[in-house]
């Protein structure tokens, strides 16, 4: 079974700039989340998709970042303008949560790690 | 709404003897509570879970302990070996639709040889 696919690997950017990445969940899986990780801390949710609509994007900074899950597979997440405290690794888990309720196992993507300068 | 927090956030042990990480959730609405290493620069990957209807699971050399009235979980490696040496993150969620993990800010392990 292929894992949950990220890209790019890493990008380093100045300050108002923008950015975006991308996540390709495990085939099949209803559920998409994406994490912020800053170093030295647990990953923090900031949005989580059920097929393509919005479960959960309280911790989302929506003044500046974006995602979006259109077709109910791949997703992308925007920072628009970004700021020095936007460093960090960005992952993406998918997990095969059908709406039931029955928590799944969520599987980690290797993670975007971006520098802002 | 949910805060984990996680003890002692390093540890450093012998290769051969256990170590223990324990986490505390305050939401008692939480029954999910799966267990994440994270080697160097790698992603974190799912070692070990719970739910709120069982008391103890166990792996091979790894357990986890869940006691829902003290709102604490914790996680026990015995026989420990340098390859455990990474960060260990606890997470609580809910089981329901809009599930929502919590993580805990993380314990650096150390296994000495």
């Known amino acids: 079974e292929a894992g949950v696919a990220q890209s790019p690997r890493y990008k380093i950017i100045e300050k108002r700039q923008s950015v975006a990445f991308w996540c390709n969940p495990i085939s099949g899986h209803a559920t998409l989340y994406w994490y912020q990780q800053i170093l030295g801390q647990g990953p923090k949710l900031l949005i989580q998709f059920q097929n393509n609509g919005v479960v959960d994007d309280s911790q989302l900074p929506k003044d500046r970042f974006s995602a979006e899950r259109l077709k109910g597979v791949d997703s992308t997440l925007k920072i628009q303008p970004a700021k020095l405290e936007d460093s960090a690794v960005y992952l993406c888990?998918?997990?095969?949560?059908?709406?039931?309720?029955?928590?799944?196992?969520?599987?980690f993507g290797p993670g975007t790690r971006l520098t802002v300068l | 709404g949910e805060n984990v927090e996680q003890h002692p956030s390093t540890l450093s042990v012998q290769e051969g003897d256990s170590a223990v990480i324990k986490c505390t959730y305050s939401d008692s609405a939480s029954n999910y509570f799966p267990w994440y290493k994270q080697e160097l620069g790698k992603r974190p990957q799912l070692i070990i879970d719970?739910?709120?209807?069982?008391g103890e699971k166990k792996d091979q050399r790894i357990a986890v302990t869940l006691n829902k009235t003290a709102k604490h979980f914790s996680l026990h490696i015995t026989e420990t070996q340098p390859e455990d040496s990474a960060v260990y993150f606890c997470a609580a969620s809910t089981e329901d639709y809009g599930q929502n993990f919590v993580f805990g800010p993380g314990t650096r392990l150390s296994v000495l040889p």
């Open positions: 888990a998918s997990s095969t949560e059908s709406g039931t309720s029955v928590t799944d196992t969520q599987y």
């Open positions: 719970i739910r709120s209807n069982v």
